[in-house]
């Protein structure tokens, strides 16, 4: 079975940086996709960051990019996303995501983390 485990929220002030880490488990990591999510209080979730199977294809929100980079480690079943120039804004629950394909999929998740609490103070 599949599990997921984010680590790496925290408080941090504006203009501050986190890494936050996904840690993989349960199937073949190099074959799925994976992605971050984020969920404000009142909002709905959405899409933040996707990477293939290899690693060598990504995609941004558009309210990330630039500031946020997605990676993955294969050989240690994870996956971070870099997170620089934090806003207040960017306050959510960041979840990741495994996909059901290799490639790059900004909806398309059959399994989700618990979530970490990103929060980043003015």
């Known amino acids: 079975q599949v599990q997921l485990l984010e680590s790496g929220g925290g408080l941090v002030q504006a203009g501050g940086s986190l890494r936050l880490s996904c840690a993989a488990s349960?199937?073949?990591?190099?074959?799925?996709?994976m992605g971050w999510f984020r969920q404000a209080p009142g909002k709905e979730r959405e899409f933040v960051a996707t990477i293939d199977g290899s690693g060598a294809n990504t995609v941004y929100a558009d309210s990330i990019k630039g500031r946020f980079t997605i990676s993955r480690d294969n050989a240690k079943n994870t996956v971070y996303l870099q997170m620089n120039s934090l806003k207040p804004e960017d306050t959510a629950v960041y979840y990741c995501g495994q996909s059901r394909y290799e490639r790059i999929t900004r909806s398309v998740y059959d399994y989700w983390g618990q979530g970490t609490q990103v929060t980043v103070s003015s």
């Open positions: 349960g199937r073949t990591f190099s074959t799925y996709a």
